[in-house]
């Protein structure tokens, strides 16, 4: 049953209902109604006036927290960033992660290219940007590109066409050899991608298991540093990658591997 709920819960917020938030806003009228008679009953008395333009309710903001440090991107743009902070690379290159999170932490203290298959048009001082299929035939410039690389919370997508992208079902692998192809020599990869039982949740994104990216990485990379979010969204940082905790993924159904490696 529980399941079942969640699953029809995330096909509504799919076609653009949340519930959850409209509930919220319904349990919201009541104080926004008293608030606003409050409000202009202390505008009588007030020195200074404003007027009231037009009403922009926010209903549901006051059951709210001021903010969550939880989950897979909170976790991996911060972790990410302080890494490529310590390890100060001569050219770092993003492939596909979010702009307005772990792009804009390196940005603000450092430049970073950009690659992504959507445009990008905004004008940004530190980031750079170039409109690449990385799942296509890699442009000549780009090999041996960089010393640093990341590609966060991205690879998942490639050939599902949730972004417009072809549909190809190994579409993560050509990614993964353009990702090799990219990066020079001892050059640090920042890879970070969901993790529990393998499985596609079409055309959300894939979901990896810990010892199959083993497997891919194995003979390219050396692993340095493991770290993942469990269901919770709680981050553990740099753990020992065990037989048993691979085999099980961690405890993870659905999580978010952190890898820290080196090029071989």
């Known amino acids: 049953m529980k399941k079942n709920l969640a699953a029809a819960y995330r096909i509504m ?3 653009g209902f949340d519930p959850l938030k409209f509930y919220r806003s319904l349990c919201g009228i009541k104080g926004y109604l008293c608030d606003l008679r409050l409000l202009k009953n202390q505008e009588i008395t007030s020195v200074r006036k404003f007027t009231f333009g037009k009403f922009s309710p926010q209903l549901g903001d006051r059951f709210s927290e001021s903010g969550e440090a939880k989950g897979h991107y909170f976790h991996q743009d911060l972790l990410v960033a302080r890494r490529i902070n310590v390890n100060n690379p001569i050219v770092h290159v993003d ?15 450092r430049p970073i290219m950009v690659i992504d298959i959507r445009p990008f048009l905004s004008k940004v001082k530190n980031i750079t940007f170039m409109q690449v299929d990385m799942m296509g035939v890699l442009p000549s410039n780009l090999f041996d590109y960089c010393d640093s690389l990341s590609c966060l919370h991205a690879l998942e997508h490639f050939g599902l066409g949730r972004y417009g992208d072809p549909v190809n079902y190994d579409g993560y692998l050509l990614g993964l050899d353009n990702l090799y192809s990219i990066l020079r020599k001892n050059g640090k990869l920042y890879f970070s991608t969901p993790i529990g039982p393998q499985r596609i949740e079409f055309n959300a994104h894939r979901v990896f298991s810990v010892g199959y990216l083993l497997e891919c990485f194995e003979g390219k990379y050396i692993v340095d540093r493991f770290s993942f979010v469990d269901d919770e969204g709680d981050l553990f940082e740099n753990v020992e990658l065990t037989k048993s905790k691979i085999d099980n993924n961690f405890g993870c159904q659905y999580g978010c591997g952190i890898f820290e490696m080196t090029k071989l």
């Open 95 to 109: 492939l596909g992660s979010r702009v307005d999170g772990f792009v804009a932490h390196v940005a603000s203290f």
């Open 13 to 15: 917020v799919g076609f």
